[in-house]
T-cell receptor, first 116, second 118 residues
């Protein structure tokens, strides 16, 4: 079946440190991949996405590359800020033949804490 | 402002007392969905709707009902809530764009409704 696995949190970093949050997936075919971010007290927001192998999604200094050979979509940022503190969710959109139910399969979420 | 609005944001209730969580979107989205978020489990889909009068079960539909009588509204109904339905609930919506499978899944989420069933 389809599933997403993220690294356990919380991840605690100092400001300006390098960030990696690992995400691997299991899916049939070529799903689309996403990172969503949830700031405290808010709903999830799309951070970036990639729709095919070797695509790189990027936004607000965050990047993730769709690696089909390793079934991974790791999130990276070169220099984190306190304002990046949030919960990050990796997700995939399964492809069911020609239909698209719109469902996203989410990982369990990784909490990032950035200290000044 | 384009948004998904959920109400109530917080609710404490007792076992068996019917409740409804409302969800409304102002973006003319065809697709709407409900998720629940639980620690260590991420978000799991409860129900979804492709359009007016078209709804279907997600991964964890037991104990929930939905309806889609109007395009903008997609209420979640708990007929007889139980403590295992204590959770954080999110409504989400999106367009369905033919030929753009990723575009159909860029969800706009509401702010969430935290439900506690005693």
């Amino acid at each position: 079946g389809n599933s997403v696995t993220q690294m356990e949190g919380p991840v605690t970093l100092s400001e300006e440190a390098f960030l990696t949050i690992n995400c691997t997936y299991t899916a049939t075919g070529y799903p689309s991949l996403f990172w969503y971010v949830q700031y405290p007290g808010e709903g999830l927001q799309l951070l970036l996405k990639a729709t095919k192998a070797d695509d790189k999604g990027s936004n607000k200094g965050f990047e993730a590359t769709y690696r089909k050979e390793t079934t991974s979509f790791h999130l990276e940022k070169g220099s984190v800020q306190v304002s990046d503190s949030a919960v990050y969710f990796c997700a995939l959109s399964p492809i069911y033949g020609s239909s698209n139910t719109g469902k996203l399969i989410f990982g369990q979420g990784t909490t990032l804490q950035v200290k000044p | 402002e384009a948004q998904v609005t959920q109400n109530p944001r917080y609710l404490i209730t007792v076992t068996g007392k019917k409740l409804t969580v409302t969800c409304s979107q102002n973006m003319n989205h065809e697709y709407m969905s409900w998720y629940r978020q639980d620690p260590g489990l991420g978000l799991r889909q409860i129900y979804y709707s492709m359009n007016v009068e078209v709804t279907d079960k997600g991964d964890v539909p037991e104990g929930y009902k939905v309806s889609r009588k109007e395009k903008r509204n997609f209420p979640l109904i708990l007929e007889s809530p139980s403590p295992n339905q204590t959770s954080l609930y999110f409504c989400a919506s999106s367009f369905r764009l033919a030929g753009d499978r990723a575009g159909a899944n860029v969800l706009t989420f509401g702010a969430g409704s935290r439900l506690t069933v005693l």
